[in-house]
């Protein structure tokens, strides 16, 4: 049965991790390592069951090749969780259990923080091993992806707007961004920036104030958030919210923001594009968070960063493409762009070891 989902899936390698003393029950799921090593967060959740973290694991991994792949980066997927509540159950030996785990994967995986994690549990996991991202600056890593991911959303909206209005002022068009919490509120400033209309919504009132007070956005109650009368909807919150009772309230012409998973399934990927929405693929557009920590590889460089969230206006760009070539829609037109360079750069049958970085280089090759 698990092999069989495997083969479904695609996923090349499964590790259970386990350690009594430690407490430690964790999974490490690598789907695709053809461009480079696998590299995901990890995610520590009170998972209901096992089966349930494992499902996610499985799911999570899948997509971060897929995420990699359409931004064009020497990695592949992966992703671990800590079968654990975050709130009660950390502690340095879970986190260095988990660390000499990943080391014994010797760079196929490369972990760093998820739902969950902080930089602080990623500081015990990095005296174990190198295998590590998204820690603390003071290590070479890259601090608060969430700038840089708000960055990468911008550069998304302007393809999106020039696929769909042939012009990219930003200004001009008006919005409603769901989440205004550490992404949403970078964007809603971009946008304000620019001097546009931004409606805000969120569960939380104080972010909400904040973004009104501090950006001047208008702010709608959380279920309103889908009639308001504007051109671009952004969801910035959490995954699933465009489904087939919100889709029929949206009057934008184009969808495109940072929050994962925003479609809750296939058939409403296809409505959006019957309804002649755009839908800026979720994965394209938020890669920034991924980008950012690929970065730190080769020694953290803000400036290189900044340049790297640039090309998602071109990867956007050309999923709209692949889309009309052949005439689906965007969600599936992203899958294929990311099979597509899979597959090409598979048929080179070189080892990527060319492709993994230097610092990690003497670990990987066992030199
Ligand atoms: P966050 O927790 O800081 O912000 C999410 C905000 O959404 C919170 O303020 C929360 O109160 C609000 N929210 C939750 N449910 C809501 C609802 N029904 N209506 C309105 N608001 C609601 O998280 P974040 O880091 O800003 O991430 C936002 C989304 O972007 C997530 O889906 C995340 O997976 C995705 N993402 C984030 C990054 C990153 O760099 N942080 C990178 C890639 C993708």
Redesign the pocket.
């Known amino acids: 049965m698990l092999f069989q989902t495997l083969e479904s899936l695609g996923h090349e390698e499964v590790v259970f991790c386990h350690n009594k003393d430690a407490g430690l029950k964790a999974i490490i799921a690598i789907h695709n390592t053809v461009l480079g090593p696998a590299l995901g967060g990890l995610r520590m959740w009170p998972y209901g069951s096992e089966q349930e973290a494992l499902e996610d694991v499985l799911r999570l991994s899948r997509g971060m090749t897929y995420k990699a792949a359409v931004a064009g980066l020497n990695l592949g997927g992966g992703k671990a969780v800590i079968i654990g509540d975050p709130a009660k159950d950390k502690s340095e030996v879970l986190f260095r259990a988990f660390g000499r785990f990943v080391n014994s994967l010797n760079g196929r995986y490369i972990t760093a923080e998820d739902v969950g994690i902080d930089v602080n549990d990623m500081e015990y996991v990095l005296k174990e091993t190198e295998f590590v991202t998204g820690v603390h600056q003071v290590h070479g890593g890259s601090g608060d992806?969430?700038p840089f991911?708000a960055y990468g959303t911008l550069q998304g909206l302007l393809a999106s707007l020039s696929r769909k209005f042939g012009n990219e002022e930003v200004g001009k068009y008006s919005y409603a961004v769901?989440?205004?919490?550490?992404?949403?509120f970078e964007f809603c400033k971009l946008l304000r920036e620019h001097g546009a209309k931004v409606f805000v919504?969120?569960?939380?009132q104080k972010?909400v104030e904040r973004a009104v007070d501090e950006l001047g956005c208008v702010a709608v109650p959380?279920e309103d958030i889908y009639d308001c009368e504007v051109d671009v909807f952004s969801p910035?919150?959490?995954?699933a919210?465009i489904n087939e009772k919100t889709l029929p309230r949206l009057k934008a012409k184009i969808i495109c923001g940072?929050?994962?998973n925003q479609l809750a399934d296939d058939e409403t990927g296809f409505e959006v594009e019957r309804r002649g929405i755009l839908y800026a693929p979720d994965y394209a557009v938020?890669a920034?968070?991924l980008m950012n920590v690929s970065i730190e590889f080769d020694g953290y460089n803000r400036e290189r960063a900044m340049r790297m969230m640039r090309t998602i206006y071109y990867n956007v760009t050309k999923i709209f493409q692949i889309a009309a070539r052949d005439g689906i829609p965007t969600f599936k037109a992203a899958d294929r762009m990311a099979e597509e360079r899979i597959a090409a750069v598979g048929r080179l049958k070189l080892p990527h070891m060319g492709n993994v970085p230097p610092r990690f280089l003497g670990r990987v090759r066992g030199v």
């Open positions: 992806p969430s991911t769901q989440g205004v919490g550490h992404v949403g919504s969120d569960i939380n972010a959380p910035c919150a959490l995954g919210t940072a929050a994962n938020n920034g968070g």
